[in-house]
């Protein structure tokens, strides 16, 4: 079974930082893009950060950018995203998504916040950072 499960969240103070961690299984994603999300209460799924596995292309929604950096482990099968100089606007819960390659790019896709049903998702980690 594929699974893409999502940890490192919590509560921080503003300023603070935290790494996210999505780790598959159940299927190698060679090549694949991924991305994070994240949703907070009352808006609309927004993709943050995309990257292709293997590669080393990343794109990073203008909120984030210089704040966020996404990564990955290769041998583990781990997608990261180390927040810094967190805020309360990061607020939200964070989702890591899988989905086949796209010429349009993987960040581009990422950013477009927009998705199919190919794509295949974590259950979700909470951030909540306090003023």
């Known amino acids: 079974q594929v699974q893409l499960v999502e940890s490192g969240g919590g509560s921080v103070q503003a300023g603070g930082s935290l790494r996210l961690s999505c780790t598959a299984s159940g299927y190698t994603f060679s090549g694949y893009c991924m991305g994070w999300y994240r949703q907070a209460p009352g808006k609309e799924r927004e993709g943050v950060a995309g990257?292709?596995?293997?590669?080393?292309?990343?794109d990073y929604a203008d909120s984030v950018k210089g704040r966020f950096t996404v990564s990955q482990d290769k041998a583990k099968n781990t997608l990261y995203l180390q927040m810094s100089r967190l805020e309360p606007d990061d607020t939200a819960m964070y989702y890591c998504?899988?989905?086949?390659?796209?010429?349009?790019?993987?960040?581009?896709?990422?950013?477009?916040?927009?998705?199919?049903?190919?794509?295949?998702w974590g259950q979700g980690t909470q951030v909540t950072v306090s003023s």
């Open positions: 990257i292709r596995l293997g590669g080393d292309s990343t």
């Open positions: 998504a899988a989905f086949p390659p796209t010429p349009r790019g993987c960040g581009t896709v990422v950013l477009s916040s927009v998705w199919s049903t190919d794509f295949i």
